[in-house]
């Protein structure tokens, strides 16, 4: 029989396990993380420049300098998987004045995530930065690792309820404890490596970069996995100093 007091905390635990696995599948599949905030386009010349930059980004080469810069001019946003730009819905770009904007996006492929950065973004003789390349990678793989561990405590946790144990609570408290500081590693990566990369692309004049919504989803749910671990590690120190004072007692 389980005690009134761990049922509770099981249940809260449970709980906040669920809201910060959604919280942080949205955040992966999102791509608000970071988004730039670029000046209205004047002039025929800015416009033609535009166009070309943004039709290189839909349907160029991957190239880390070409979609940064498009990237910047076009308002645009970058998460793990995604990069968009928010463009004019009519074919001719800009030429009204209230023209509805509507969000085009590139998905980051998986050979795409492993390539290297380099110390100056487009020049491939310039050398490969590790820094930026590692983290970049660490970025995109954390999270999916941090998915993985929550995964394995639920099936973890399902199975000792079918075996009704609080025996692996500590075990799935270790597990989310381990999954808040990936997910927490990863909002760290990913802003580190906006930095350096703001350090080697310097930003346009009056073009202002600013963190997504998604990031602040990714940086809640990490809290939310640790508090969830700590729930756990205390249902099971206190059922384990419980069971056996009861067996001393018993014995004695």
């Known amino acids: 029989m389980v005690d009134n007091r761990y049922a509770t905390a099981l249940v809260i635990a449970c709980v906040l396990s669920i809201l910060a696995t959604v919280y942080l599948s949205v955040a992966i599949g999102t791509q608000h993380w970071y988004q730039y905030s670029s000046p209205a386009v004047r002039g025929e010349a800015n416009v033609s420049e535009l166009r070309s930059l943004y039709e290189e980004f839909m349907d160029g080469e991957f190239d880390e300098k070409t979609y940064s810069d498009t990237l910047f001019r076009l308002n645009g946003t970058v998460g793990l998987w995604w990069r968009c730009v928010f463009v004019s819905a009519n074919a001719v770009w800009y030429k009204e004045p209230d023209a509805k904007m509507v969000l085009d996006c590139r998905s980051f492929t998986l050979p795409q995530q492993f390539t290297p950065k380099y110390r100056e973004p487009g020049n491939h003789n310039s050398g490969e930065n590790m820094l930026r390349t590692y983290l970049w990678r660490c ?19 399902f199975c000792a309820c079918l075996c009704r144990s609080l025996t692996p609570t500590l075990g799935i408290g270790v597990l989310h404890l381990l999954a808040g500081l990936c997910t927490l590693a990863t909002v760290c990566c990913y802003l580190a490596g906006m930095d350096l990369l703001h350090k080697v692309s310097m930003l346009p004049d009056k073009v202002d970069g600013s963190l997504g919504w998604s990031l602040y989803l990714a940086l809640i749910s990490s809290p939310l996995h640790m508090m969830a671990a700590a729930l756990l590690v205390w249902v099971a120190r206190s059922h384990n100093q419980n069971y056996y004072q009861m067996t001393a007692y018993r014995v004695a």
């Not at 970025?139 to 946790?157: D, I, K, N």
Request: hydrophobic residues 65%; without cysteine; aromatic residues 6%.
């Open 139 to 157: 970025q995109f793989l954390l999270p999916l690792v941090s998915l993985g561990l929550v995964l394995l405590a639920g099936l973890t946790g």
